[in-house]
Nanobody, 126 residues
Framework: VQLQASGGGLVQAGGSLTLSCAAS????????MGWFRQAPGKEREFVAA????????YYTDSVKGRFTISRDNAKNTFYLQMNSLKPEDTAVYYC????????????????????WGQGTQVTVSS
């Protein structure tokens, strides 16, 4: 599976951006797709995740109500709609894919994921 992230940029506080992650290769419903971010000097942190087959989506507390993760199976692409952006959202955003191979699994740490996109910079000015 190859992932290509895009859509980052510079935006003022309160603005919006939509990130895209195009997946190619052997994708299927047996995957969970996630977004992570990494600010300078900080560890990579979980932002949101969704199953490729649909269903519930999951968010870290700091973005709940502002960010929305979604997917378009026909386009093999998933998205992160980011509204009401804050300066603390500034980071490099990475998309990732986890192959689901067990009934019980975790998906909120980077080591849970098998494939990564290259990252896209999001800068929110105050």
């Amino acid at each position: 599976v190859q992932l290509q992230a895009s859509g980052g940029g510079l935006v003022q506080a309160g603005g919006s951006l939509t990130l895209s992650c195009a997946a190619s290769g052997r994708t299927s419903s047996g995957y969970i797709m996630g977004w992570f971010r990494q600010a300078p000097g900080k560890e990579r942190e979980f932002v949101a995740a969704i199953k490729w087959s649909g269903g519930n989506s999951y968010y870290t507390d700091s973005v709940k109500g502002r960010f929305t993760i979604s997917r378009d199976n026909a386009k093999n692409t998933f998205y992160l709609q980011m509204n009401s952006l804050k300066p603390e959202d500034t980071a490099v955003y990475y998309c990732a894919a986890k192959r689901i191979s067990q009934i019980f699994y975790t998906f909120q740490t980077p080591s849970d994921y098998d494939y990564w996109g290259q990252g896209t910079q999001v800068t929110v000015s105050s």
